[in-house]
């Protein structure tokens, strides 16, 4: 049996508890938001780096790996997931360049991860969500709301994104769809931006994983009677010691 294979039949041994599925889990935010969620989810952890889920899972009572490339999900990758009470998706890439300098296999690249990838995912999914009425929440970006120089393919990737939310939830009223558009956050992602960006890493100016995590446990935590649609966060001002 496949690591896939193995993670879809523990499904059904999982408690009562709710469960939820993160993508983009074995680093960053991903990874912090299976860490805020796991005192009361199930989790199933999805990501490419079998080993990296692995060792996340085995710090985390009642977490699975879902080894899987985001980009080729089919109906076997999900089979056997019924219900599912929170879907999250946390996986991203980013190439920044100017226009003239970014060729079409880039676009092509970070629209199938950024937005197909998770339109996908999603529509597989929308039996079990719907059993659950359960919950998406999408990682989006502040890119998502502004587009600037050099990050042409990101940002469109990014509002994409935000319209598909927009669509998602007006298409299904019984689920809870939340966006949510950080501003620079501490990662390995952000260390490759700047690194193309040929800046300092600065991370003392960033926001971090946990602080996106705890954005995405208010909106999944929030009383039935409130719908928390889109939140924004952005890198607090610290004072200069």
Known sequence: MT???????????MSARPTALVT????????AVARVLAPT?????????????????????????????LTAVTEADVAGIDRLDVLVHSAGVV?????EETPAEVWRRTMEVNVVAVAELTRLLLPALRAARGQVVAINSGSGLHANPTWGSYAA???????????????????????????????????GVRAQENGAYEPERYLT???????????????????????????AVRPVA
């Open 157 to 191: 990737s990014k509002f994409a994104l935000r319209a598909f939310a927009d669509v998602l939830r007006q298409e299904e009223p019984a689920l809870r769809v939340t966006t949510v558009y950080p501003g620079r956050i501490d990662t390995d992602m952000q260390r």
């Open 209 to 235: 994983p946990e602080s996106v995590a705890r954005a995405v446990l208010a909106a999944v935590t929030a009383s039935p009677d409130a719908h928390l649609t889109d939140i924004t966060l952005r890198p």
């Open 24 to 31: 983009g889990a074995s680093r960053g935010v991903g990874a």
């Open 41 to 69: 989810h199930d989790l199933l952890l999805g990501g490419r780096d079998a080993e990296a889920l692995g060792k996340l899972c085995a710090e985390l009572p009642g977490a699975r790996p879902w080894p899987v490339e």
């Open 95 to 99: 190439t920044l360049g100017r226009i």
């Open 3 to 13: 690591a896939g294979g193995r993670a879809r039949s523990n499904v059904a041994r």
